[in-house]
């Protein structure tokens, strides 16, 4: 009997409903999905995520599950078929680090870095492989490959400590540090690296010697808590 007042009060005396999920409903399937649910849609903003389903949708406003009035319009947010461009900005003769700032208020992101002889300003930009001249149109997303002089060899960098960190925290700081990642080793727990973390690095944390600029680091991630464990007494013990 309860049951049915609950029904009562949220479908009849004050026409409530909840707000069913869109995430993940192709434009061309929406009015199909709200046939028989008395509440409206339109679509206000699109974005674009290589990683979703061209055409869906991707955020809603109010979210789902909420509590709305029938016939309350909902606000989608779909993914599109075409990605949005922007002009290729000019790196050459920059720091990594204003380049990295730069490339991400674009929308873009560094790729891989390589260095050579030279001074330490970027000395090339490079897209799949080919250089890439500024107000170049390309897609919002996508990586660039820099060049970069090896800079002075009498300057050494302190290798930084990565225990711990996943892979993606690894690119982020070994970027600021101005070094490269190299060998990415990986045991039977680390099937899916977005979550594994570092075990082991080389060369250590903190050597006495130093790298150079654009030097690689090397590193072992797993994804066991009791590896990590047993590393981090190791290394205290080390210590």
């Known amino acids: 009997m309860g049951c049915f007042l609950f029904l009562d ?39 674009y995520n290589d990683k979703l389903p061209k055409g869906s949708v991707v955020d809603q406003e109010p979210k789902a599950a909420a509590t709305v ?34 490339l991400e208020s674009y929308g873009l992101q560094v790729g891989r870095l390589t260095y050579v002889e030279g001074l330490p300003p ?19 997303g996508s990586s660039i490959d820099l060049v970069l002089g090896l800079g002075n060899k009498n300057s050494l960098i302190a290798v930084p400590e990565l225990f711990g960190m996943t892979l993606s925290e690894v690119r982020s700081v070994l970027l600021s540090a101005n ?23 080389a060369p250590q944390p903190n050597s006495t010697d130093g790298l150079y600029e654009g030097a690689r680091v090397n590193i072992w991630l797993t994804g066991s808590e009791e590896v990590l464990e047993s590393e981090s007494k190791q290394n205290i013990q080390i210590e």
């Open 9 to 47: 009060f949220f479908t009849l005396h004050n026409e409530y409903m909840e707000v069913p999920d869109f995430k993940g409903v192709y434009t061309r399937d929406l009015d199909k999905f709200v046939s028989g649910k008395d509440i409206e849609y339109e679509i206000v903003d699109s974005v």
């Open 69 to 102: 009035k029938q016939g309350r319009t909902i606000y989608l947010t779909v993914n599109a078929r075409v990605n949005k461009k922007v002009a290729m900005p000019n790196l050459i003769d920059l720091s990594l680090r204003q380049a990295k700032s730069l």
């Open 122 to 140: 970027i000395m090339h930009q490079n897209f799949q492989g080919k250089p890439i001249a500024p107000n170049t149109q390309i897609d919002v």
């Open 179 to 201: 070094l490269s990642l190299g060998m990415v080793n990986k045991d039977e727990t680390a099937s899916d690296t977005l979550y594994a973390r570092v075990f082991r690095q």
